[in-house]
């Protein structure tokens, strides 16, 4: 006899819709995990459906991680096709880099916890899909920079350690705004300082 499926798992973008609400859970709450129950109540759907479609919760969770880092692959990609300048690209990049921070907080964590949590199998897929061409675009814009003369010689793999480490940080640290600045809200007027914050203290680390 075949398994009868809940009657929701037709319903046009209940998988995306899932993993939107997870998202916004995570965002809203400063955390890197989810009650099922509580993902069932803000999304309407069954929570049956994450079996459906996921697996198990991990299995939300690493599609999850799938769509936002997509989405930041594909960016790279494009801006190392553009035809600028390197001081140009870079500062793009690290705009865009706040910006997803700001939009994904969780990210960055998300993506240690499942490199440290999955076998090593999936924990390679995962390090080899995002963080291998991550490193690699580094490794280009810096290079690009030195031979044009515009950036000092650095180590691509440290530069990523603090690039990415500077625009995490400040987008997971709600606690320190809190208790330390009496401001508890992530707002765009605060995320664009951050940025031209960002962008002037990096670009003037590495310029030749």
Do not use: W
């Not at 960002?198 to 590495?206: R, T």
């Amino acid at each position: 006899m075949s398994e009868v499926l809940p009657l929701q798992a037709d319903s046009p973008g209940a998988r995306a819709l899932l993993l939107e609400t997870a998202s916004a859970i995570m965002r809203e709450g400063d955390i890197v995990d989810i009650s099922l129950s509580e993902l069932s109540l803000r999304s309407g759907l069954n929570s049956a459906l994450v079996k459906y479609y996921f697996g198990n919760k991990a299995g939300l969770m690493k599609a999850l991680l799938d769509r936002d880092m997509a989405a930041i692959t594909h960016s790279v990609d494009a801006l190392l096709r553009k035809d600028m300048d390197p001081e140009a690209k870079l500062s793009l990049h690290l705009g865009k880099m706040v910006d997803t921070y700001y939009a994904t907080p969780y990210l960055n964590r998300l993506l240690m916890r499942l490199v440290r949590d999955s076998d090593p199998e999936e924990a390679r897929r995962i390090a080899e899909t995002y963080l291998t061409p991550l490193q690699d675009a580094y490794d280009r814009l810096i290079s690009e920079g030195v031979r044009a003369k515009v950036f000092r010689p650095i180590d691509p793999q440290l530069f990523y350690f603090s690039a990415t480490g500077a625009a995490d940080r400040f987008f997971s640290a709600r606690l320190v705004l809190r208790h330390c600045f009496d401001q508890d809200t992530l707002t765009a007027e605060l995320r664009d300082r951050y940025k031209a914050h960002i962008i002037d203290l990096i670009m003037a680390g590495i310029r030749a």
